[in-house]
Nanobody, 123 residues
Framework: QVQLVESGGGLVQAGGSLRLSCAVSGRTDSRPLMGWFRQAPGKEREFVAAINWYGTSTDYAESAKGRFTISRDRAKNVVYLEMKSLKPEDTAVYYC????????????????WGQGTQVTVSS
């Protein structure tokens, strides 16, 4: 089992920045891929970014490229999502995830989820 706890969400004005954190604990000996998803009201959960265990490879949704950065601190066992130039359309609950199957772009592929943290961007 892997436990994930997100923090760092909040209310920010358009153009502002936030850094989300995901504390990882439990059985991580499989060195799972880690990811961030988000879900806006009435919409499906969508992929935002992913990072491999060693932090040497990342992938982003088109909407996140150039504005969001995923990173990890292996010593602290924390995964971060740095978000800049936030837009009202970034408003959503952001979820940390771990250990996907074949297609990590699909939310249904991931085995472990955090409880989510709300990000609200005002215009």
């Amino acid at each position: 089992q892997v436990q994930l706890v997100e923090s760092g969400g909040g209310l920010v004005q358009a153009g502002g920045s936030l850094r989300l954190s995901c504390a990882v604990s439990g059985r991580t000996d499989s060195r799972p891929l880690m990811g961030w998803f988000r879900q806006a009201p009435g919409k499906e959960r969508e992929f935002v970014a992913a990072i491999n265990w060693y932090g040497t490879s990342t992938d982003y949704a088109e909407s996140a490229k150039g504005r969001f950065t995923i990173s990890r601190d292996r010593a602290k066992n924390v995964v971060y999502l740095e978000m800049k130039s936030l837009k009202p359309e970034d408003t959503a609950v952001y979820y940390c995830s771990a250990d996907p199957g074949a297609n990590f772009y699909l939310s249904t592929s991931w085995q472990y989820w955090g409880q989510g943290t709300q990000v609200t961007v005002s215009s």
